[in-house]
């Protein structure tokens, strides 16, 4: 596929429990973000991976969130000891450098019900 | 804070009108992008203009920007019911490091009645 792809699209999880998140960027793609889109709070930029470095993770919103990228392709985003707060649909894009000038491709996004 | 605000947070229009929607941003930014999402999921990126341009145009899109009243608007002419969605505009951060951050304001939603 041509396009930036997530799974899963959709899930459910008990609060507590730990989710893993997953995004395939655009081949060639070296700049791969993920944002968080709450009800009423708009899109929060969260993380940003330059090839397998994440040189900024001072958007996680705590220490229950983090994310690794390897082989400069697959990223996932992991949250443990969910909350209901968590609950958001998270968004995957990717760019072909890391500029403020490149268009950034968004995925479909996870959506994470924390019950 | 968030950096870009779009107005009107809701905005419903006729088949075959023309659609504008606003954004505001607060501080300095190399670019200012546009983008578009159906049913809360999967934004499509519609258009980027840059800091030293004042209007740019994509088919039925047309975008302005004032850097001196740090504000952009996107028209939408002759609409049709498929242009429903949500809008956003996004601005990056503007200079230093993690100006390739888009912060996003909370959008428009637009309905377009057939």
């Known amino acids: 596929g041509a396009g930036v792809s997530q799974s899963p699209s959709n899930k459910v999880t008990e609060k507590g429990k730990d989710v893993e998140l997953r995004c395939d960027p655009i081949s060639g793609h070296t700049a791969l973000y993920w944002y968080r889109q709450s009800l009423g709070q708009g899109l929060e930029f969260l993380i940003y991976f330059q090839g397998n470095s994440a040189p900024d993770k001072s958007g996680l919103p705590s220490d229950r969130f983090s994310a690794e990228r390897t082989g400069g392709s697959v990223s996932t985003l992991t949250i443990q000891r969910t909350q209901q707060e968590d609950s958001a649909v998270y968004l995957c894009?990717?760019?072909?450098?890391?500029?403020?000038?490149?268009?950034?491709?968004f995925g479909p996004g996870t959506r994470l019900t924390v019950t | 804070s968030q950096q870009g605000e779009e107005d009107p947070q809701a905005l419903s229009i006729q088949e075959g009108e023309n659609a504008t929607m606003n954004c505001s941003y607060k501080t300095s930014i190399n670019n200012l992008q546009w983008y578009r999402q159906n049913s809360g999921r999967g934004l499509v990126h519609l258009i980027l203009?840059?800091?030293?341009?004042r209007e740019k145009h994509s088919g039925r899109l047309r975008v302005t920007l004032d850097t001196s009243k740090k504000s952009s608007s996107l028209l939408i002419t002759a609409s049709r019911a498929a242009d429903t969605a949500s809008y956003f505009c996004a601005t990056d951060a503007g200079s230093g490091a993690g100006s390739y951050q888009l912060t996003f304001g909370k959008g428009t939603k637009l309905s377009v009645i057939p």
């Open positions: 894009a990717s760019s072909l450098v890391v500029s403020a000038y490149s268009e950034q491709y």
């Open positions: 203009i840059r800091s030293n341009e």
